[in-house]
């Protein structure tokens, strides 16, 4: 498509319930990366895509976050037993491959908004 | 460690004055410097980028910013703010160690009112 796309737009679920969010770059974009901002913070990294290489999870704030992308496309992230610090708009962005043109943007998708009752 | 800080939560501004939102970063080596900002309910946007040249880079919607090496600033600046302009504006640096990629580090954000 012509931008990032980001589903569900908006989730509300209880705590201890699972969520999966999903995230669909731009086509021909290698590079797929996962941003979190909560209320009156700045953007927290949480884990990013590089092509066929092994994810960087540094980011991930604990064992219950997870995430995946199949076919070097789509990518899903898992949360698992949320919980109200959980709550959050999540970030999906992609960009163009290493020492391609434009390599150095990011395009943002419109984010996933959980709130975790 | 590597950081950006923008040091105001808030920027108020008279339409039709000129702006400013101040970042600073502390990196070794050479910084890729970004701005984005970001319209209410909606994704961040690319604004502009620094990565080497001229030390004053223009972007979308008529902003510009300043790389000054020795103060460690990238101040985003527009010389006549528009009402259409108030958003959240986002600093951010390229993590000097993500091996070519764009892990980047953002600042805080700081919010920019224009007032008619």
Known sequence: ?117 | AQSVAQPEDQVNVAEGNPLTVKCTYSVSGNPYLFWYVQYPNRGLQFLLKYITGDNLVKGSYGFEAEFNKSQTSFHLKKPSALVSDSALYFCAVRDMFSGGYNKLIFGAGTRLAVHP
């Open chain 1, 1 to 117: 498509g012509a931008g990032v796309s980001q589903s569900p737009s908006n989730k509300v679920t209880e705590k201890g319930k699972d969520v999966e969010l999903r995230c669909d770059p731009i086509s021909g974009h290698t590079a797929l990366y996962w941003y979190r901002q909560s209320l009156g913070q700045g953007l927290e990294f949480l884990i990013y895509f590089q092509g066929n290489s092994a994810p960087d999870k540094s980011g991930l704030p604990s064992d219950r976050f997870s995430a995946e992308r199949t076919g070097g496309s789509v990518s899903t992230l898992t949360i698992q037993r949320t919980q109200q610090e959980d709550s959050a708009v999540y970030l999906c962005a992609s960009s163009l491959g290493k020492g391609a043109s434009g390599a150095n943007v990011l395009t943002f998708g419109a984010g996933s908004r959980l709130t975790v009752l």
